[in-house]
Structure formats: structure tokens, C-alpha cells
């Protein structure tokens, strides 16, 4: 059921009016979620699964999921961290799958790269842009290895701009497990960066 406001009751986050009509079945008041938090949640599905062709199959997927549970929304926080509690825990779950799969042998061979997200390229000659490239990939490479929760915290702090409150939500740890993953994640991009120089 969506909290319905009260009397007095200052409504904070406009996008809960927005999905109590969803709730209520309206196509409409979907579309407008959609269109509103798209581009954001394409970012975060990429930046988590590290291919824009799994991210645009992923966000279609968490689309349908929001439509499907907007009645059960439970205002402890904005829509927008509950929408991307469904598409972390979306995404990690497909990246599990995934290691499952390359496990058993029927994954892409090692070192086969998919279509992926590239960095903005501000280098002023081409010895440096391909430095910046080359870094760039060891850097994917190095945040695809981290252990999910890791992976999920990373990119959720240094690539979308969460705040650790609104990770925690997203994630439904605490925030100081937000603070020991992002730590943990960091020290060991930063040992695999002294593997790469």
C-alpha cells in the first residue's frame, strides 16, 4: 500500500504522487517516472554491469519490477533510492549469474570485451589518449573484479553521487557497511593499481 498523505503532512519527494498513481495503474504517471529517472538508471545498470546493451535489457527490467511493486512502497525514503535498490540488487544479481555461468565454462572466453561505457576522453595528444584508454580499461577490469557488494558501493558512491544514507537505503545495509565496503573496495583498486605501473 503507498502512504497516503495526511493533513499537514508536508509530501517531501514528488515522485511519491507520482507512484501512488502508477500504483493505482496509471500508464501515464509511468511514463513520467520513467522519462524522469531513465538517463540516471541506464548509468547506474552500465556502470554496474559494464556493457550499455545488458544495461538497456536490465533498466526495462527494473522498469517493469517498479511497475509491478509501486503499490508496495514504503516511504522511509525517496523513490529514487528504492528505484535503485531494485537495480543494484537487479544487476548484482545478474553479475552473480554471470560468474556462475563463466564458472561452468559457457560464459564469453576471458579477456573477450562487450560494447562498453568509455571514459571522457580530455587528453591533448594521441599517446595520451591511448594511456588514458589503456588505464581506463585496466580500470573496468579492476572494479568487474571486486566482489559484488564492493562493486555495487563503488559505484554507487564514485560514479552516481550517493550520498552513504542513501547507499545504505539502496543497499539496506548500514552506513557504516557502506563506509567498510567502499574502504575495502578502494584498497583493493589501489593494489591492482601498483600492478598496473
Not at 517516472?33 to 540516471?40: A, D, G, I, T
Not at 556502470?47 to 538497456?56: K, P, Y
Request: glycine letters at 6%.
Amino acid at each position: 500500500m503507498v502512504h497516503v498523505q495526511r493533513e499537514g503532512e508536508e509530501l517531501t519527494d514528488p515522485d511519491r504522487a507520482i507512484l501512488a498513481r502508477v500504483a493505482e495503474g496509471d500508464e501515464d504517471a509511468f511514463t513520467l517516472l520513467v522519462e524522469k529517472h531513465q538517463r540516471r538508471l541506464l548509468h547506474l545498470c552500465e556502470r554496474l554491469l559494464g556493457s550499455s546493451e545488458d544495461a538497456r535489457d536490465a533498466a526495462q527490467e527494473v522498469f517493469l519490477k517498479v511497475f509491478r511493486k509501486a503499490g508496495t512502497f514504503r516511504p522511509r525514503g525517496q523513490v529514487f533510492t528504492w528505484i535503485y535498490r531494485i537495480a543494484t540488487n537487479h544487476c548484482l544479481n545478474k553479475l552473480r549469474r554471470r560468474k556462475i555461468v563463466q564458472f561452468v565454462g559457457l560464459g564469453p572466453p576471458e579477456g573477450e570485451e562487450s560494447r562498453e561505457w568509455k571514459p571522457e576522453d580530455l587528453a591533448p595528444d594521441p599517446e595520451r589518449q591511448l594511456e588514458a584508454r589503456a588505464r581506463w580499461r585496466w580500470t573496468r577490469r579492476a572494479i568487474r573484479s571486486l566482489p559484488p557488494g564492493q562493486r555495487g558501493v563503488l559505484v554507487l558512491a564514485k560514479f552516481e553521487g550517493l550520498s552513504y544514507r542513501q547507499i545504505a537505503e539502496v543497499m539496506q545495509i548500514s552506513e557504516s557497511a557502506v563506509e567498510s565496503r567502499l574502504f575495502r573496495a578502494m584498497r583493493n583498486l589501489e593494489r591492482a593499481q601498483e600492478k598496473y605501473s
